[in-house]
């Protein structure tokens, strides 16, 4: 899905000082769906471009704590991981 924002031109100018605002829009979307437990660690990699990894130190760095979860709930979320990666490299 595309998704279309509109930012006004001060806003916008002031936003890319400091980077892509296209990408920090897609940041801040990813950082508050995980803090509201509407997307998983997986998604957010996903949405980011990046592996499981960088998406928890990315989430460190936002002082989005990681969300506390069972053992066999990491467990499906590895085999997760496992087969996006997968579906990257073939």
Same mark, same amino acid.
Request: aromatic content about 4%; glycine content about 8%; charged content about 30%.
């Given at each position: 899905?595309e998704?279309?924002? %509109?930012?006004? #031109?001060?806003? +916008?100018?002031r936003?890319? /000082? +400091?980077? #892509?605002?296209? %990408?920090?829009?897609?940041? !801040? ?6 803090r ?5 660690? &997986?998604?957010?990699?996903? &949405?980011?471009?990046?592996? @499981?990894?960088? /998406? *928890? #130190?990315?989430?460190? %760095?936002?002082?989005?704590?990681? +969300?506390?979860?069972d053992? !066999?709930? &990491?467990e @499906? *979320?590895? $085999?997760?991981?496992?087969?996006? !990666? @997968? @579906? $990257? $490299?073939?």
């Open positions: 899905m998704v279309t924002i %509109r930012v006004p #031109d001060e806003l +916008a100018q936003l890319s /000082t +400091a980077g #892509d605002v296209s %990408r920090q829009i897609v940041e !801040a979307f990813a950082l508050e769906g995980y509201s437990n509407s997307l998983t660690l &997986l998604e957010v990699s996903e &949405l980011l471009g990046m592996g @499981r990894i960088e /998406t *928890e #130190d990315f989430l460190g %760095r936002h002082n989005v704590p990681l +969300a506390q979860i053992e !066999a709930e &990491l @499906r *979320e590895a $085999k997760l991981f496992e087969e996006a !990666a @997968r @579906r $990257k $490299k073939g």
